[in-house]
């Protein structure tokens, strides 16, 4: 199964997207990202994707900077008005929102570590424009603090203008490139009566089977006598799981190494964090039939 390819469209970010020095520079940091991922342990990588939560956590994360900040900008401008007493205010939402940057950050490279194609340049973009806003916020809060308040807030305003501009990069990542968006294959609706989709005969004890419901990618698993049925897609970019490898009752994606059991469909591993569809299987006369799972 190929990966899908991003429609090749014209507007700035996708010329961005397509730029070849952005694209050699994320290649090159990804290989350092990743080792630094690997030294902390698969756990904690699976936590920084959200795996544990069935959320990705990069998104929830990011409230925290974008809301701190939006209240700096709202006190600094009162401040230049005239209210002097928002000062206080003004600097504490600052400083909350450096401490909910350096979090966000580091969900943001373990999701970014696994990013392919353009998707992985405009990543590094969007993770470019937010460092900078991060270190514009930095020296803004060291300004205000040695009382070189004025430069402070001019500070503070550029932090912001950086982090609205990756703010874009990181809704065209999600919206308009589907990362870290739940990948469920066509958008078709599953059978809801049994429909038959493979000989029995056909399904070897221990092998997968990829099969089609209704137009809804199936993969079917045999142990002994219980069958397994569940989406072929993977939910962490569309990888197909009927040519990944299956171990402790669990199927591991080819792609990016997302693992889902087979019991229930959870995800256990990331990058993934989305469980996978499960369906219900049984042999009738020979023939393996699938449905959804009744609600
Ligand atoms: S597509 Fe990335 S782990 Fe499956």
Redesign the pocket.
């Known amino acids: 199964m190929e990966k899908l390819e991003t429609p090749s469209t014209d507007r700035p970010v996708d010329r961005l997207a397509r730029w070849a020095p952005l694209a050699s520079a994320a290649d090159a940091w990804q290989s350092v990202v990743k080792k630094v991922l690997e030294s902390a342990g698969p756990a904690v990588v699976d936590a920084l994707h959200g795996t544990p939560l069935g959320h990705p956590l990069h998104p929830l994360l990011t409230d925290v900077p974008v809301g701190a900040w939006t209240v700096t900008a709202v006190l600094d401008a009162l401040e230049l008005a005239g209210k002097d007493d928002l000062a206080a205010g003004a600097d504490a939402s600052l400083a909350i929102g450096i401490g909910g940057a350096v979090l966000a950050a580091t969900a943001g490279w373990a999701d970014w570590s ?1 990013a392919d194609g353009e998707a992985k340049s405009l990543g590094l973009a969007h993770a470019g424009l937010n460092a900078v806003a991060l270190g514009a916020y930095a020296a803004a809060l060291l300004l205000r603090r040695n009382g070189n308040r004025e430069t402070g807030i001019a500070l503070g305003m550029i932090g912001y203008a950086f982090v609205s501009a990756a703010g874009y990069l990181g809704g065209e990542l999600s919206f308009g490139r589907g990362v870290g968006v739940r990948q469920t294959g066509e958008p078709v609706t599953p059978p809801t009566d049994f429909v038959t989709v493979l000989d029995a005969g056909e399904l070897a004890e221990g092998a997968m089977h990829r099969v089609e419901a209704q137009g809804v990618p199936v993969l079917l698993y045999r142990e002994g006598e219980t069958i397994s049925a569940l989406s072929a897609v ?1 939910t ?4 197909p799981l009927d040519e990944g490898s299956v171990k402790d009752g669990c199927v591991t ?1 080819p ?4 693992t889902f059991r087979f019991s229930d469909g959870a995800a256990v591993h990331g ?2 964090v989305f469980p996978v569809s499960r369906y219900e299987a049984r042999i009738v006369q020979g023939k393996i039939q699938v449905r959804a799972l009744a609600g």
């Open positions: 696994d993977c962490h970019a569309g990888g994606c792609w990016h190494g997302s990058p993934a």
